[in-house]
């Protein structure tokens, strides 16, 4: 019967099964004898010293028994989760409240320790909370540890905090997604330009050879149509190939109280606009005219989301984002100052799966024909480029709140 071995806070880790070392190439090529096998070194204390690199290793570690309770947990997982070593030890990994009652997770950890209590090698990805409640994914890797006699004692399993390189490989998806899309539109746009050249050629010439006015007004209307695609081409090509920025120092307040004006003339009737501005805002570092396009664009989506009328409000307020923050890492900021300028409503909101794809160039998700899809997608290229944020908080039935957070202005920027 294979005895496994409950460990307390005293009791030492066990000592994993020592695997043949093949022997060793002298620099002729000779092969030069391994030495004999020797006990772990040991601390002052009495410890071994291979306890103190478990407990401080960077990665988070525990030991599981082959039926999956953890027998001994490192420092490191402990600290990442916020756990007390006395409440892990003795129970199965899978049922601890590392994994918010996540259900996934559990079901795959489960998994892990099954394959590794079966000889295998196993590994996944789980998405967790940490200590400070902030959502981590961690590369969870179990394998088994074998005895001597080829049994296998325990299982070590060894997990990585991988939020990181998940948010860059999506940011590099997303730039090749920018891009392929940015090629496809600036080859359409270009055809598309060419065919408005040609009936906007003839339209002025029917307007010319005609003295009907019912003629003379459907020519105009198709003028307007007309100008409306070249606006659309134009946006297009702001995301396909957007203009260098323009950055410079900007009372942000006052620019939202002169865009005021601009912003209430294209919602129309039926909608009012309220500013909430804190005190004392900073300055901030932005290109003005592409700031109050990205503004405009906004606020167009938040009347649009409001079809019955509504009331949309413009804040403004400094924050703070330390490094390491929860603001950093969600919306993947650098450390520093901003003013935050947004735009919010109490319309229709949306959905949560589609959140994340909104910002992408031709998504939208107004009725067909209402949107193009390239609202969101500019103002968040952008704020982006000018080294900030584009942050959407939306509820459905409840509205949408849309950030943009702007640098704040630093004489280090190198503007006088």
């Not at 088994?144 to 490989?169: F, H, N, Y």
């Not at 940011?171 to 080859?187: P, Y």
């Amino acid at each position: 019967m294979q005895r496994v071995t409950r460990m307390t806070d005293q009791q030492p880790i066990p000592q994993f099964a020592a695997t043949a070392t093949p022997p060793r190439s002298g620099d002729d090529g000779a092969a030069v004898p391994s030495s004999p096998p020797s006990s772990p070194p040991t601390t002052s204390s009495g410890d071994p010293l291979y306890r103190q690199a478990f407990d401080q290793s960077l990665h988070l570690l525990c030991v599981l028994g082959p039926d999956g309770h953890v027998l001994a947990v490192n420092g490191t997982m402990l600290t990442f989760f916020g756990a007390i070593r006395s409440r892990v030890v003795g129970r199965p990994l899978a049922a601890l409240v590392f994994w918010q009652a996540d259900d996934r997770a559990r079901a795959t950890i489960s998994d892990l320790v099954r394959s590794a209590a079966a000889g295998n090698f196993a590994e996944a990805e789980v998405d967790v909370v940490d200590a400070g409640g902030t959502p981590r994914a961690l590369g969870l890797s179990v394998k088994p540890i074998r005895s001597r006699d080829g049994t296998i004692s325990t299982l070590l399993c060894e997990a990585r905090d991988v939020t990181e390189r998940k948010r860059q490989q999506a940011l590099l998806i997303q730039a090749q997604k920018l891009q392929a899309v940015g090629q496809l539109a600036t080859g359409i746009a270009h055809d598309f330009r060419n065919l408005l050249t040609v009936v906007s050629g003839h339209l002025e010439l029917i307007r010319k050879g005609s003295r009907d006015d019912i003629v003379a007004g459907r020519v105009d209307r198709a003028m307007e149509a007309v100008s409306h695609g070249e606006a659309l081409i134009a946006r297009m090509m702001s995301v396909a190939r957007p203009r260098p920025l323009e950055s410079r120092p900007l009372a942000l307040g006052q620019v939202l109280e002169e865009t005021r004006g601009l912003l209430e003339s294209s919602l129309g009737a039926g909608y009012t606009l309220r500013t909430v501005l804190d005190t004392s805002l900073w300055i901030g570092l932005a290109d003005r005219g592409q700031l109050e396009s990205a503004l405009l664009n906004l606020a167009v989506n938040a009347r649009d989301a409001m079809p019955g009328g509504g009331e949309i409000v413009l804040g403004a307020r400094n924050v703070r984002a330390p490094a390491g923050s929860a603001l950093c890492r969600r919306l993947s900021l650098s450390p520093g100052d901003y003013v935050a300028l947004s735009v919010a409503d109490s319309g229709c909101g949306i959905e949560p799966r589609l959140l994340e794809s909104v910002v992408e160039p031709f998504v939208t998700t107004k009725a067909d024909g209402r949107g193009s899809g390239l609202g969101l997608a500019s103002a968040n290229q952008y704020i982006m480029a000018s080294g900030g944020a584009l942050d959407i908080q939306s509820t459905p039935g409840q509205g949408t709140t849309v950030c943009l957070y702007v640098p704040r202005f630093s004489r280090a920027d190198g503007h006088a």
